[in-house]
């Protein structure tokens, strides 16, 4: 799993099984949270996302779970590839201050997913 | 492709250079971003502009000014940077700066300060 502030964990997979990736965030008061890929040499790319009314998402191949009372995240990829090999990391998106309009995103440092053929 | 441009790609320049990094979005958003990316920690957001507007600027050095001249285009120009300031400088957009807003990235700038 991934905290902010630690090292970057790192996950290894045998292709075609299923990888769950996990998060911790911080805010209790985060109502967004979107998982990233990132490859090497690119930039981050959206994958899915969830609102904090829902505890479950499907997308292609991948599933997010939200755990709002313990601030958990994961993200399971079914059937890996190759191709999913990357640094995935979570973001939550949290209110600046109090009854404010102006939201940010803050990211954890991310899982190092390594799928072996 | 996520809409995202960035150029540079790679840029090497030495402590008493001046340069710029360009972003440009063709999604249709109204909010973009600078964010720095470096190695085991986690992105850092400096800078937020909504509607041409700087919105948030997250306590980084004036040897970073950033440029937001229309909601399509975002520059960063650099001056007097140190070895430090090296990192992967990314670009994001957004529709705007609310609370289910995804952004999204470009390819990013690997900057090296010598």
């Known amino acids: 799993g991934e905290s902010v502030g630690l090292h970057l964990p790192t996950l290894s997979v045998q292709e075609g099984d299923n990888s769950i990736i996990n998060c911790a965030y911080s805010?209790?008061?985060?109502?967004?949270f979107i998982w990233y890929k990132q490859e090497s040499g690119k930039g981050p790319q959206f994958i899915i996302d969830?609102?904090?009314?829902?505890d479950k998402r499907q997308g292609q191949r991948v599933t997010v779970l939200l755990n709002k009372t313990v601030k958990h995240l994961s993200l399971q990829i079914a059937a890996t590839q190759p191709g999913d090999s990357a640094v995935y990391f979570c973001a939550e998106n949290s209110a600046e201050n109090s009854g404010g309009s102006n939201y940010k995103l803050t990211f954890g440092k991310g899982t190092l997913l390594t799928v072996n053929p | 492709e996520t809409g995202v441009t960035q150029t540079p790609r790679h840029l090497v320049m030495g402590m008493t250079n001046k340069k710029s990094l360009k972003c440009e979005q063709h999604?249709?958003?109204?909010?973009m971003y600078w964010y720095k990316q470096s190695a085991k920690k986690p992105l850092e957001l400096m800078f937020v502009?909504?509607?041409?507007?700087?919105?948030e600027n997250n306590s980084v050095p004036s040897r970073f000014s950033p440029e937001c001249p229309n909601s399509s285009h975002l520059f960063l120009h650099l001056h007097t940077l140190q070895p430090e300031d090296s990192a992967l400088y990314l670009c994001?957009?957004?529709?705007?700066?609310?609370?289910?807003?995804?952004?999204?990235f470009g390819p990013g700038t690997r900057l090296t300060v010598l």
């Open positions: 999604l249709g958003h109204n909010a």
């Open positions: 805010n209790s008061a985060s109502d967004y």
């Open positions: 994001a957009s957004g529709a705007g700066h609310k609370s289910t807003d995804t952004q999204y």
């Open positions: 502009y909504n509607f041409k507007e700087q919105t």
């Open positions: 969830i609102r904090s009314n829902m």
